[in-house]
C-alpha cells in the first residue's frame, strides 16, 4: 500500500488516497500480482484479473491489466519488461485477450511497448465503471472516463477479431 500511494499521489492527491490503512488495491482486488523487488523494496507492480466486459454488445473474457505501478526513480524502465514478462502468464489464464487502462500522460511510454507489436491502442473509444467501495444497500455509482487510451494485447486470438464498440462496460467491480 506504501509503494501505490507514493506512486500514485503525484498524480493526484485522491489517487493515493485510495490506498491508505494499508489497502493495496482499488475496486476489485486482483486475482494475481507481479512484484519486482531490488534493494530498496517494491520496484514495479502489476495486477491481473479476469472479468467479462462488455465490448459495444458483445460480452467479452479479458484479463484485465491493472494498479501498473513503478516507482519513481525507475521510471522509464518498466512497463515493456513487466508486460512481456506477464505474456506466458496470460496465456495460461485462456482469455482472448488483455486489456487495460492508462492516463493520456502515458501515451509516450505505452506506445514504446506497442511498438513491438504485443499491444494495440485503441483511441475513441469510452469506459463504463463502477465506482469502488459499492454497498450492498446503496445503488450502484459509476462513471464514464471518455479520456482513457485503451491498451489490447491479444493472447488467445488476433486482433482483428476484437469486437466492435466504442464503450466499454466493465460490468461492475
Known amino acids: 500500500s506504501e509503494f501505490f500511494r507514493k506512486t500514485y499521489e503525484p498524480t493526484g492527491a485522491f489517487n493515493g488516497k485510495q490506498f491508505e490503512g494499508g489497502r493495496s488495491w482499488a475496486g476489485a482486488r486482483p486475482e494475481l500480482r507481479a512484484i519486482g523487488y531490488d534493494v530498496h523494496g517494491v520496484a514495479a507492480h502489476m495486477?491481473?484479473?479476469?472479468?467479462?466486459?462488455k465490448v459495444g454488445?458483445?460480452?467479452?473474457?479479458?484479463?484485465?491489466?491493472?494498479?501498473?505501478?513503478?516507482?519513481?526513480?525507475?521510471?522509464?524502465?518498466?512497463?515493456?519488461?513487466?508486460?512481456s514478462v506477464m505474456y506466458p502468464v496470460l496465456q495460461q489464464l485462456g482469455v482472448p485477450f488483455a486489456f487495460g487502462t492508462v492516463r493520456q500522460?502515458?501515451?509516450?511510454?505505452?506506445?514504446?511497448?506497442?511498438?513491438?507489436?504485443?499491444?494495440?491502442?485503441?483511441?475513441?473509444?469510452?469506459?463504463?465503471?463502477?465506482?469502488?467501495?459499492?454497498?450492498?444497500?446503496?445503488?450502484?455509482?459509476?462513471?464514464?472516463?471518455?479520456?482513457?487510451?485503451?491498451?489490447?494485447?491479444?493472447?488467445g486470438r488476433s486482433m482483428?477479431?476484437?469486437?466492435?464498440?466504442?464503450?466499454?462496460d466493465r460490468n461492475g467491480p
Open 105 to 155: 500522460a502515458l501515451r509516450n511510454h505505452v506506445s514504446r511497448f506497442c511498438r513491438k507489436g504485443l499491444a494495440n491502442i485503441l483511441t475513441g473509444v469510452r469506459v463504463r465503471s463502477t465506482l469502488p467501495d459499492v454497498y450492498p444497500d446503496l445503488p450502484s455509482t459509476t462513471r464514464v472516463d471518455d479520456d482513457v487510451l485503451l491498451m489490447v494485447l491479444p493472447i
Open 160 to 168: 482483428s477479431e476484437w469486437p466492435a464498440g466504442t464503450l466499454i
Open 47 to 53: 495486477g491481473v484479473l479476469r472479468r467479462y466486459i
Open 57 to 83: 454488445d458483445v460480452d467479452l473474457l479479458v484479463a484485465e491489466l491493472g494498479l501498473y505501478g513503478v516507482r519513481p526513480d525507475l521510471e522509464g524502465l518498466g512497463i515493456a519488461h513487466s508486460i
